[in-house]
């Protein structure tokens, strides 16, 4: 299976912070990497899919690079809305992995 | 509006069983493959079954496959996940999951999760 290894697994920012995670697989999954927002108590939100692609409604400060086996999520400037956790997945094999999530948490 | 409504989860004992359902509304249930995704408490998302849009395709991870079974009903617009040989690893919140489009683009709705203990 594929492994999915998140970074950092946890990070303090304040609002208007840049923030940036990171997303490696174990093996290429080419562009196969979407991103999800958790917040407390509630079921995730797709953020980006194909690595890139700003789903319908997500705000343009949400960002999506890379490919192969290393990906990005960046917030370009933090919002009080954005304190929660965030999960990559990969989506290149039948068996969709989910990295072990990054909490973003006020500084 | 696309809605997905979970429901069968509770407390059960250890090497029991449990049906869980979802109805799914506002959507062409049969054309998207539909997926289980679990949250034990506290931790993240892990990924436990999907099934093809005709049924004909059923995968599992590794951690519940032989225990797990998924199944749907593309004319009631139901999909199912049956759990047996429940073990306390097993507690979490299940949720179910659509497909957003058929080029593996991720799930784009969610159900509100249905919690399940394992516990005596």
């Known amino acids: 299976d594929i492994q999915m290894t998140q970074s950092p697994s946890s990070l303090s920012a304040s609002v208007g912070d840049r923030v940036t995670i990171t997303c490696r697989a174990s093996?290429?999954?080419?562009?196969?990497l979407n991103w999800y927002q958790q917040r407390p108590g509630k079921a995730p939100k797709l953020l980006i899919y194909a690595a890139s692609t700003l789903e319908s409604g997500v705000p343009s400060r949400f960002s999506g690079s890379g490919s192969g086996t290393d990906f990005t999520l960046t917030i370009s400037s933090l919002q009080p809305e954005d304190f929660a956790t965030y999960y990559c997945?990969?989506?290149?094999?039948?068996?969709?992995?989910f990295g072990q999530g990054t909490k973003v948490e006020i500084k | 509006e696309v809605q997905l409504v979970e429901s069968g989860g509770g407390l059960v004992q250890p090497g029991g069983s449990l049906r869980l359902s979802c109805v799914a509304s506002g959507f062409t249930f049969s054309n998207y493959v539909m997926s289980w995704v679990r949250q034990a408490p506290g931790k993240g998302l892990e990924w436990v079954s999907s099934?093809?849009?005709?049924?004909?395709?059923?995968f599992f991870a590794d951690s519940v496959k032989g225990r797990f079974t998924i199944h749907r009903d593309n004319s009631g617009n139901t999909l199912s996940l049956v759990l047996n040989s429940l073990r306390a690893d097993d507690t979490a919140v299940y949720y179910c999951?659509?497909?957003?489009?058929?080029?593996?683009?991720?799930?784009?709705?969610w159900g509100q999760g249905t919690l399940v203990t394992v516990s005596s």
């Open positions: 099934i093809s849009k005709s049924a004909g395709n059923t």
């Open positions: 999951a659509k497909d957003r489009s058929d080029d593996s683009s991720g799930y784009d709705s």
């Open positions: 997945q990969q989506s290149y094999s039948n068996f969709w992995t």
């Open positions: 093996q290429t999954i080419s562009r196969y």
